[in-house]
């Protein structure tokens, strides 16, 4: 599996926090498509391999860092070294730098950035005796990393939280508090909305922002973020210090290094030779032999420790899962549609050895399964059922969030026809149907009115007739009855 689909089904550092700080030996099993079982095993920690033994932090911090900031990473982390990463590119992004560093996963590139940021407004609020409000902004492409990130500041800010604030806005929540933080965590899309939403009442983002920090940068576009990364940087101060991290340097980085970086000092560290014992093996089989074949390892316990499995979907997870439970086999399933709050619950409960097999997949990442037809009909029901519970929940909504929603709907309204969403291209469809069905009706109508009419005029006529006949046989009858 690539990294991309990693971080994709979990997020990056929440596995290399679970098997980069976990005691037992791990062992990694990929369940693929094809007929065959891939496994590998690392018997010792590739981390250590990444430390600087040249210095640690109590020295590093005496150097180069707030005693505040210095005294979080040894007491509240309880770190001892810096990772090679951390020692080179901090020092950069303390000179102010703008800072690209590319780094692979759980080589400690979130304090490569995060101690730094905080450093920096520290020091600038200080300076002005006040902290800024949005002077640090933290952007990544997931639920679970922003709430690692958050995290990890929050740490940072152990001894200077009286000074500066950190906060975490995760995807389609709405920030509530009155002030905002001096450090904020979030999405593109989450930031744009908060933005959007404090419009008039703040003070522009190029007013305030001071540090940008961009996270798994080369995923930011292929999580659908690249419209509001664009739009964000039309609001970016002239002057302000950006820092990309990424595992790898893609076309997207070269992009939004373009977008959003001034001269940058390219910190790339040469991987290091991995001397650890891992051992891999390839194991062919037929299809209907590969249940067999896992039962066996995980039973005789030929793979021990901590095991991550891969599948092709999400039905063969559950599918195995079942299988797993028959035989008494615990173990997790992890994918894309489990809500943000299940797959934190998961992946704490694998790091904290709950559960030693853990089921992935990243199939439905960026692909709902639906058409744009069915999309809409789900928009649209969704609406419907909003729609429905409004009245119960009239009073229990804020006034400022009811605005919200008829200004969207005004405004989705008031769209070009290209740009509406496709619940309501599907509604103007519904529209033009429905009054040309009402047309055809009306015509229908005037046309049976007109028959009606035509058939009332000969009924009538008809009547006349027969009256008249009736009048004349009754005056002959009169007239014979004179004679007679």
Not at 146 to 151: A, D, F, I, L, N
Not at 175 to 182: D, F, I, N, Q, V
Not at 206 to 229: H, N, P, R
Request: glycine share 8%.
């Amino acid at each position: 599996f690539g990294s991309s689909h990693l971080a994709q089904a979990t997020g990056s550092s929440h596995l290399a926090q679970a098997f980069g700080s976990s005691p037992p030996p791990t062992r990694l099993l990929t369940w693929p498509w094809y007929s065959g079982l891939w496994l590998a095993g690392a018997g010792a920690r590739v981390m250590a391999s990444l430390l600087d033994d040249t210095t640690t932090w109590a020295e590093f911090g005496r150097r180069h860092l707030d005693p505040r900031v210095a005294k979080a990473l040894t007491t509240t982390l309880g770190l001892e070294r810096p990772t090679l990463v951390q020692s080179r590119g901090i020092p950069v992004a303390l000179e102010g730098k703008d800072l690209l560093c590319r780094a692979r996963t759980g080589s400690g590139k979130t304090l490569c950035y995060a101690v730094p940021l905080v450093q920096r407004l520290l020091a600038a609020a200080e300076a002005k005796g006040t902290a800024t409000a949005l002077g640090g902004i933290v952007l990544v492409p997931t639920k679970e990393l922003v709430v690692q990130v958050h995290g990890v500041i929050s740490q940072l800010l152990a001894f200077s939280f009286d000074v500066l604030s950190a906060e975490c806005l995760l995807s389609g929540q709405t920030y509530s508090k009155a002030e905002l933080p001096s450090v904020l965590v979030t999405t593109p899309s989450s930031l744009l909305g908060l933005l959007k939403q404090r419009r008039g009442t703040m003070r522009p983002l190029s007013e305030l922002l001071k540090v940008l920090v961009v996270d798994e940068a080369d995923l930011m576009f292929s999580f659908g973020y690249e419209d509001d990364m664009r739009e964000m940087c039309a609001m970016l101060p002239a002057t302000y210090q950006a820092m990309l991290v990424s595992a790898t340097l893609s076309e997207e980085v070269e992009q939004l290094k373009g977008l959003m970086l001034h001269k940058p000092v390219l910190l790339k560290l040469e991987e290091p030779r991995v001397t650890g014992k891992l051992s891999q093996f390839y194991f062919v089989c037929r299809d209907g032999d590969k249940y067999l074949v896992l039962y066996t390892l995980l039973k005789l316990q030929l793979v021990q420790g901590k095991k991550l499995i891969f599948v092709k979907n999400i039905d063969n997870a559950y599918r195995l899962k079942i299988f797993l439970e028959r035989f008494s086999i615990n173990s997790a399933v992890l994918n894309a549609q489990l809500p943000h709050g299940s797959r934190q619950n998961i992946i704490e409960s694998f790091n904290q050895n709950v559960i030693d097999l853990l089921i992935a997949t990243d199939a439905g990442l960026g692909d709902s399964g639906l058409t744009d037809e069915n999309a809409a009909d789900q928009e649209e029901a969704n609406e419907k059922e909003e729609d429905d519970d409004e009245f119960d929940q009239e009073d229990k909504q804020p006034a400022g969030k009811k605005r919200k929603k008829l200004k969207r709907k005004a405004t989705e309204e008031e769209a070009p026809e290209g740009e509406k969403p496709a619940r309501l291209k599907k509604k103007a469809k519904k529209a033009r149907e429905a009054a040309a069905a009402a047309e055809s009706a009306e015509e229908q109508d005037a046309a049976e009115l007109k028959t009606r009419k035509k058939r009332r005029g000969k009924a009538k006529a008809a009547d006349d007739a027969e009256e008249g006949k009736g009048e004349q046989g009754r005056e002959e009858d009169v007239g014979a009855e004179l004679a007679d």
